[in-house]
């Protein structure tokens, strides 16, 4: 029974453990041109490194059990075995040399594939900030250029450019499923291409510790075919629509009568702050506060009212609301889509 029980635990162990070789943030379930050739680099790495970690447990096997077995040591090592010895770890040493020099080229080559971007491709800005992500799509003209935050919708298909910039502190953003790491240092634009293959939603994160709620600063990338995309393009571009609702439209004018407008920006009003995300379409996005709560009323609501209780640290202070204007602002910006 106690064997059983243990077999199944190991077994549970294992499944476990290759659960996370899967699923829409994993290094190892790739879509992405880049990510196919870091996942390749990866699996080369580590099935070289088990080869040598065996060959280096053998020979220590046997070199424990030639001394078991050896009843009277040699006051003076034989020439022979000497020269045997010496040859073993010139060849182990030179062995080192080439599977290091090996992995450096390979290295080389696989991240270029993270840079290597066409003057047609797509160009999105990211901007890092704690704790979230200012998307910003820019166009042929000026009324082409709108904004969203922590979802980056793109093309099937094709490459996409990102000009990463952090603007407070050093962040990194990571989408293992498309790409590799990439990091946004204040001062100093990077860029990234990432590009996939097959449509679907691929969870991405922050990769360097950026402060208290790092953990909690995720983003999502969401590709979707060409005509699909350009749909929804069309629609972030417009201005936001005007709701019929008297709720939505009271909350309207509570947004734009307290401290609201002066962080966000809700293009066709009045509000155009710049600290935080844009609104214009919040309540098409899947989550809100970067990953933290799906997009629903309840949620937008219980963000509205106490922010610092749902990701401590972050810059959106408490605003003073009675329980009208916090169920008519909530009603409006879920209705922002």
């Known amino acids: 029974m106690i064997r059983e029980l243990h077999g199944l635990a190991l077994a549970s162990a294992a499944l476990l453990t290759l659960s996370a070789c899967t699923g829409w943030q994993s290094a190892l379930d790739v879509h992405g041109a880049a990510a196919i050739n870091l996942k390749q680099l990866i699996l080369l790495i580590v099935m070289i490194c088990s080869i040598v970690w065996a060959l280096v447990m053998i020979a220590l096997i046997l070199a424990l059990w030639r001394k078991r077995d050896r009843r009277e040591r040699p006051s003076s090592i034989d020439p022979a075995t000497e020269h045997r010895l010496t040859i073993t770890v010139v060849a182990a040493v030179i062995t080192t ?41 820019f166009g042929s003209t000026s009324g082409q250029r709108f904004e969203t935050a922590n979802e ?3 093309p099937v298909g094709r490459n996409v450019r990102l000009q990463l910039e952090g603007v407070d502190v050093i962040h990194s953003f990571w989408v293992p499923s ?21 449509a679907g939603v691929y969870r991405g994160q922050c990769a360097e510790f950026c402060g208290l709620q790092h953990a909690h600063m995720a983003l999502f990338v969401i590709a979707e075919e060409f005509p699909a995309f350009e749909e929804w393009a069309r629609l972030q571009r ?30 066709g009003t009045t509000a155009n702050g710049t600290t935080g995300p844009d609104l214009t379409h919040v309540g098409g996005r899947q989550y809100i506060a970067a ?5 629903t009323r309840g949620s937008l609501a219980a963000w509205i009212a106490d922010p610092q209780t749902l990701k401590p640290g972050n810059n959106m202070p408490m605003v003073p609301l009675n329980a009208e204007e916090l169920k008519s602002i909530s009603a409006y910006l879920a209705g922002l889509k």
Do not use: M
């Open 97 to 137: 040399v080439v599977i290091i020099g090996a992995f450096t080229i390979l290295s080389f080559f696989a991240t270029r594939t993270l840079n290597v971007a066409g003057n047609d491709d797509l160009t999105i800005k990211v901007r890092g900030l704690q704790w979230w992500w200012s998307i910003e799509y």
């Open 152 to 154: 980056i919708h793109i």
């Open 178 to 198: 498309l790409a590799g790491k990439q990091d946004l240092i204040p001062g100093r634009p990077n860029e990234l291409i990432i590009r996939a293959e097959r």
């Open 238 to 267: 417009q201005d936001a629509t005007t709701s019929s609702s008297q709720e939505a439209d009271a909350g309207r004018q509570a947004f734009l009568a307290k401290q609201c407008a002066a962080c966000h920006t809700i293009r």
């Open 291 to 295: 990953g933290l709560l799906e997009t």
